[in-house]
């Protein structure tokens, strides 16, 4: 074989192997492009896995999202709110509240500890009680104190989704002047993943006989256990059932607890009109029944409400 021919046999074999080594190249640049792929979908694969873990309870339930602010924002927010100035409610007086709302109850006084005592039934749930507690805590904490009030919203399948709101549930509430006695009858969420009205929301608490008792004297509904809620019996001499109209959840929609409470001290506001408003009638009522005391909560603006009840 001439030296011609070993040259070109030599260049072809270097060219073969230059090609299968090229090629083994992009065999192994793929296989580690193969590998980086797979791990990270591995890893898309465990996030969301873990959401949906710390977003479901252990029940099945799909846990409700955005229950509001904690720590030193919780605390800011509920100095906010049980504080509103005498002033701001001085001018709203009552507000875009039309009077009524309020019946005339008679009965045996509703006392607690030798004060007059103030019962509410709700649900976590209720877009109703989700509004009216804002105005329950605004004229509570006129004549006595609030601890562990924490914030959560209404149910997110019923009317008026996730309204902005607090749950008496867990708090306490201390005052020389009266008492207060709550009931959260549910959670704001229902057992299962359904959503279907047939699956109940979750139980919390149950109202005592006695409570039960008002419940069906003053609001039997049409079974006779119970009709609409917030119920609340103001010494066994006021019942307020539902809202204090015209102020509602509707009026809270797309709120943020920050936004509800700023809107409170701005007397101008719609928000304050109804909120504030509901707050002064209810202060009034209570007044009524503790002899005007104390003055730094039945202002001039509060008895001119009294009359109206």
Not at 220 to 241: A, M, R
Request: aromatic share 8%; charged share 15%; glycine share 12%.
């Amino acid at each position: 074989m001439g030296k011609a021919s070993r040259t070109k046999q030599d260049t072809s074999r270097r060219e073969r192997i230059a090609a299968q080594r090229a090629a083994a190249r992009r065999r192994e640049q793929r296989r580690r492009i193969l590998i980086a792929s797979t791990a990270i979908v591995a890893v898309v694969a465990v996030v969301v896995v873990l959401v949906v873990i710390k977003t479901t309870s252990k029940n099945g339930t799909v846990a409700q999202a955005g229950n509001g602010p904690t720590g030193a924002a919780l605390t800011s927010l509920t100095n906010q709110v049980t504080g509103v100035p005498a002033s701001v409610l001085g001018q709203v007086g009552g507000g875009s509240i039309g009077g009524g709302g309020f019946s005339k109850v008679s009965g045996p006084p509703l006392t607690a500890g030798g004060k007059p005592e103030m019962l509410y039934i709700g649900a976590e749930y209720c877009p109703y009680c989700a509004a009216e507690r804002w105005a329950m805590i605004v004229a509570l904490s006129r004549f006595g104190t609030f601890s562990g009030l924490t914030t959560t919203h209404s149910s997110s399948s019923d009317a008026y989704a996730n309204t902005p709101t607090w749950t008496f549930y867990g708090s306490s509430y201390s005052s020389k002047y009266v008492a207060f006695s709550s009931v959260e009858e549910t959670k704001n969420y229902r057992q299962g993943n359904s959503t279907s009205q047939n699956v109940q929301y979750v139980p919390l608490q149950t109202p005592t006989a006695e409570q039960q008792a008002l419940i069906t004297k003053y609001d039997p509904g049409t079974g006779g256990q119970g009709g609409s809620i917030p119920f609340i019996d103001i010494g066994n001499k006021y019942v307020e059932i539902g809202n204090l109209q015209p102020f509602g959840p509707q009026d809270l929609q797309g709120k943020t607890w920050s936004q509800v409470a700023a809107a409170m001290n701005q007397p101008s506001s719609a928000i304050a009109k109804g909120v504030d408003g509901s707050a002064n009638y209810l202060t009034a009522a209570l007044c009524k029944l503790t002899g005007n005391q104390p003055a730094s909560a039945c202002t001039p603006a509060v008895k001119a409400l009294e009359a109206k009840l």
